[in-house]
């Protein structure tokens, strides 16, 4: 086995080597150097790909072979077996893990120790760093290429490769029809499929044989070589090349492969405006949105959205259907018209809101008047307290003791007066603006922002709406529990508090226990009377509802 050695021979077609000797060349070197040294081949591999990355079938082979009969390997140079690091990475593991003896290259000389595994990982290191420097120096001839003006690689489209002059130049056969295609497209109303079809019809295929696709048909639409300039690695140069567009008809198409991807784009993620409103009435679980494309044949095409039941819950088969956007939106705002205050009903509340208003910040007013000189009593006390002690009348016991209480008195009046006057304030503004909010629901429900909708509609209904038989519903509405009703005496200021703190409080804002509710029914008792004057006193005196 010390002795049983497996010939590796390497050449491709790659640029890098070109200045190696050919596979033939290699072999009669090797085999007479094996005779020289008095080396038994065992095997011949011989391989005809690069080396730049892994996945050489017989390389592998050939470390196959060694990891389960184990030999040695003799090869032309180190670069002949690896120019990539996980390959070289390997040899080197075969060496550690003692499969593989040794190597043997006729020009550069190896010894199988920690030394010689260093070299060699050094050897096949500059391999990689020859690719690595090779395909920057192409990189660097291409950049050079472009800057030149001359276009790096294949012709697009409508051009052809002159290999004499090695320039590019129109193809007068498919000139005609690129242009043909971006003048469809720049119109507005084709889709890429439709530029594809065109050009199918003209004839215009891959290589391969086979209709552009739309990802090709996206890259001829948005390549600036048909106006003159050259797009590489993600910069513009100007060209040497005949513009066969102008810059204008480009522009165009720019503009309408925006628009349209835009669309796309959005129609497909942006969540739809009555999503996370409704459940679903037969089995509980969210009602989700979707977009539909309808194409005609007479090629009009239509928009929907659809809101259906996600059916997600285990075990259920959800009989319910869809509902189109715009029946849901009806049936929202005929919903939420329900819950619209009448002009003179708000202006008659603000009336009286006003009012209350004004009453409480008098009584508060006096109470923190009150307050206030108390306060100042109570300073001078404190005062006069500390000149006694320090004029030691008072004994340091009696005055500590005066002085803990004096602090404390004057500490809750202080606290009590700064409550008072922001609690006059404290409801005020909500109602005002509950007042504000119920006039305009007419006003929201007449227009189309569905956002708007359905922020009023989790207001008043909180996350309790739903869909069934394509309807939206609130959930059936429950009697009102005896000890919501406020009493008869009761004040704009209460009521309200107690209908908002009950609301913030269960955390549920069923429609049957807030004060969105006491609007309905006051609306339909009073349609029921004919009457309007007396809508007043249905905040004030709830038991009559
Ligand atoms: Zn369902």
């Known amino acids: 086995m010390q002795n049983k050695f497996y010939l590796y021979t390497r050449k491709s077609t790659d640029v890098e080597d070109k200045q190696v000797l050919s596979i033939e060349a290699q072999l009669v070197e090797l085999r007479e150097y094996a005779k020289r040294e008095n080396l038994d081949i065992s095997a011949e591999y011989i391989e005809k790909k690069s080396a730049k990355s892994p996945g050489r079938p017989i390389f592998g082979k050939m470390l196959a072979d060694i990891e389960q009969n184990g030999g040695n390997i003799l090869a032309w140079h180190p670069d002949r077996l690896a120019r990539n690091s996980i390959d070289g ?45 090779l ?7 291409l950049r050079q290429k472009v800057r030149r003006g001359e276009c790096p690689g294949r012709a697009p489209l409508g051009y052809i490769n002159d290999v004499r002059t090695k320039t590019i130049v129109v193809d ?46 996206a890259k001829i639409l948005t390549n600036p070589f048909y106006y003159g300039h050259i797009r590489y690695a993600g910069e513009v140069y100007e060209g040497k090349h005949t513009p066969i567009i102008s810059k204008k008809l480009f522009d165009d198409v720019q503009t309408v492969y925006e628009k349209r991807r835009h669309k796309r784009t959005t129609k497909h993620n942006e969540p739809k405006p009555l999503c996370g409103l409704l459940r679903c009435g037969s089995c509980n679980m969210m009602i989700t949105g979707e977009n539909q494309t309808k194409r005609q044949k007479n090629g009009n095409v239509h928009y929907y959205t659809y809101y259906h039941c996600t059916k997600k819950r285990k075990g259920i088969k959800c009989p319910e259907s869809h509902i189109r956007q715009e029946v849901l939106d009806e049936q929202l705002s005929s919903l939420l018209n329900e819950y619209a205050m009448p002009d003179s009903w708000a202006s008659t509340l603000n009336k009286m ?18 307050a206030q000189t108390k306060i100042v009593n109570l300073q001078s006390k404190l005062q006069r307290l500390l000149d006694g002690y320090l004029d030691q009348d008072i004994e340091r016991e009696v005055y500590v003791t005066n002085k803990a209480q004096l602090m404390s008195e004057k500490k809750s009046l202080e606290e009590q007066s700064s409550k008072l006057t922001l609690a006059s304030s404290a409801w005020v503004e909500p109602m005002r603006k509950w007042i504000e909010t119920a006039v305009s629901i007419c006003k929201t429900t007449a227009n189309d922002d569905l956002l708007a909708k359905k922020s009023l509609c989790l207001e008043i209904f909180g996350s309790n709406l739903l869909l069934k038989n394509k309807k939206a519903q609130p959930p059936a509405a429950q009697e009102i529990s005896p000890t919501f009703r406020g009493p008869e005496t009761s004040s704009l200021k209460t009521s309200f508090q107690e209908k908002v703190s009950l609301q913030t409080a269960t955390g549920s804002s069923h429609p049957s226990e807030n004060i969105w509710f006491l609007l309905r029914k006051t609306k339909e008792k009073i349609a029921r009377m004919g ?8 905040l004030v005196r709830v038991r009559g509802l």
């Open 172 to 217: 007068k056969h498919h000139a005609p029809l690129v242009i043909k295609a971006l003048e469809l497209y720049a119109v507005g109303d084709k889709r890429l499929q439709d530029i594809a079809d065109f050009l199918a019809s003209k004839n215009v295929k891959t290589d391969g044989g086979l209709p552009l696709k739309k990802d090709q048909i």
């Open 89 to 133: 990475g390997q040899i080197i593991y075969l060496l550690d893990s003692s499969r593989l003896t040794t190597l043997k290259f006729p020009s550069f000389w190896f010894e199988s120790t920690s030394q010689g595994k260093f070299m060699l990982s050094i050897a096949f290191g500059q391999s990689k760093y020859y690719v690595d420097n």
């Open 531 to 538: 009457d309007n004057s007396e809508f007043c006193p249905f």
């Open 135 to 141: 395909a920057e120096n192409t990189k660097r001839g």
């Open 353 to 370: 809101l006003a009012e209350d208003e004004q009453k409480e910040q008098n009584a508060s007013g006096v109470f923190v008047a009150n």
